[in-house]
């Protein structure tokens, strides 16, 4: 599964955008482009046709959005995996891109190394949260009368470990190995999270771990 071609497809209305993309997925031997899409209505005609492992959407494109178009390809596909990609700072496109059902956000400043960990990762279900993007969601004012403590989650601290990992990328299998407990257990405490949460997804675990500051998650390295 590690080694096997991911095959992706890009979405954005910049034609220098899209090449730029396309030669950087040339210079990885496991990442192959499938096809590119100009707005959000081609990106969903081209991935019901291609059935594509990832799709980096932008979110900002005529005819149809990257978030419309997230939300049509994550309901018609849903092991296609949806990388959102964006150069606008702004809270509340982010927060509705991975509530759509994007697995992963980064921003376009995002290194080559860091995209590729990224739709690896995705590939493999496991979301990444640039920390641009991080820094971003967590800017922004909850909403009145929402719940922005922990003691309002109630969560306990093992599940605050556990948050942690997740919202870090790990896989439950990972999950128990680094915190030393059984993969039911780890198993257990998602689902204990996701109810506490009222999420329903990873995406959406991780977008409400770091708007209301749950965890503290340090920014990631450029390489």
């Known amino acids: 599964m590690k080694n096997k071609t991911i095959r992706i497809v890009i979405a954005d209305d910049h034609t220098m955008i899209r090449s730029g993309l396309r030669l950087f997925l040339m210079a990885f031997e496991d990442l192959k482009m499938v096809g590119e899409a100009a707005n959000g209505e081609e990106a969903v005609q081209l991935c019901v046709r291609e059935k594509p492992d990832v799709v980096l959407m932008d979110l900002i494109m005529p ?5 419309r178009a997230t939300r049509e390809i994550r309901s018609r596909l849903p092991k296609t995996q949806v990388v959102g990609l964006t150069s606008f700072s702004e809270a509340e496109l982010i927060q509705e891109m991975l509530d759509a059902g994007a697995i992963s956000f980064l921003m376009k400043n995002v290194s080559a190394a860091e995209l590729a960990d990224a739709i690896r990762a995705a590939r493999d279900g496991k979301s990444t949260v640039s920390a641009d993007a991080q820094n ?7 909403a009145p009368g929402s719940r922005v403590r922990n003691d309002r989650y109630n969560l306990s601290a093992r599940e605050e470990e556990v948050l942690a990992c997740r919202v870090a990328g790990r896989s439950n299998a990972d999950i ?3 915190l030393v407990i059984s993969l039911s257990t780890a198993k257990y405490h998602v689902s204990s999270i996701l109810s506490k949460l009222g999420a329903s997804s990873r995406a959406e675990v991780v977008s409400t771990a770091l708007q209301e500051g749950l965890i503290s998650v340090p920014a990631r390295r450029k390489i």
Do not use: F
């Open 176 to 178: 128990a190995q680094e």
């Open 63 to 67: 005819v149809m959005d990257g978030i």
């Open 136 to 142: 971003i969601i967590r800017s922004r004012p909850p």
